[in-house]
């Protein structure tokens, strides 16, 4: 069964740091793109990164480019976001997502929230 | 970048209904279009991916269809777990993987 559980959210300050982790299980992990997508309370779904299989091509959002950076561990089955000087408009449910057939997303973790509040 | 948009935002319908929710996008996608299905606290879940092609477990109730720019989601006979949001997303371009704003479906 594919398994993806992120990890890392929380409460942060604008201009903090935080790094989220994704732990994936049930499936090759090495052989699969990766990405990572948002949603805002109440509102709709923003793609925000990808990473290639093997971790050689990333491509980001115009709003995250420069301040997020994205990798992975495929030794460890892992995925990352590393997030810095984050503003308050980054509040979001933070999905870690499989790559799928057509470059569909098609297996989504459970999310985990981050607060960028002062 | 390449805009999705669906209509309509938001849909009232009943048990049993045939549903049609559509997506356009700002230029041609091929069928590079995929849908995903939300409930409320939930993870989102794909439906449809590559237009037309329905992801493993996914009732045949669903269905898709379109190419180039315009898409359609079609739900045959509504059922209560059916109620919930949709989206529509575009993988045509790998430098920006765009989602539509959504459409809430709640009962009437």
């Known amino acids: 069964e594919v398994q993806l559980v992120e990890s890392g959210g929380g409460l942060v300050q604008p201009g903090g740091s935080l790094r989220l982790s994704c732990a994936a299980s049930?499936?090759?992990?090495?052989?699969?793109?990766m990405h990572w997508v948002r949603q805002a309370p109440g509102k709709g779904l923003v793609w925000v990164s990808h990473?290639?299989?093997?971790?050689?091509?990333?491509t980001y959002a115009d709003s995250v480019k420069g301040r997020f950076t994205i990798s992975r561990d495929n030794a460890k089955n892992t995925l990352y976001l590393q997030m810095n000087s984050l503003r308050a408009e980054d509040t979001a449910v933070y999905y870690c997502?499989?790559?799928?057939?057509?470059?569909?997303?098609?297996?989504w973790g459970q999310g985990t929230l981050v607060t960028v509040s002062s | 970048d390449i805009q999705m948009t669906q209509s309509p935002s938001s849909l009232s319908a009943s048990v049993g209904d045939r549903v049609t929710i559509t997506c356009r996008a700002s230029?041609?996608?091929?069928?590079?279009l995929n849908w995903y299905q939300q409930k409320p606290g939930k993870a989102p879940k794909l439906l449809i991916y590559?237009?037309?092609t329905l992801q493993g477990g996914v009732p045949s109730r669903f269905s898709g269809s379109g190419s180039g720019t315009d898409f359609t989601l079609t739900i045959s006979s509504l059922q209560p777990e059916d109620f919930a949001t949709y989206y529509c997303?575009?993988?045509?371009?790998?430098?920006?993987?765009?989602f539509g704003q959504g459409t809430k479906l709640e009962i009437k």
């Open positions: 990473i290639n299989s093997d971790g050689s091509s990333t």
């Open positions: 230029q041609s996608i091929s069928s590079y």
């Open positions: 590559a237009a037309s």
């Open positions: 997502v499989r790559g799928g057939g057509l470059r569909s997303f098609d297996y």
């Open positions: 997303q575009q993988s045509y371009s790998t430098l920006l993987f765009t």
């Open positions: 049930g499936f090759t992990f090495s052989s699969y793109w």
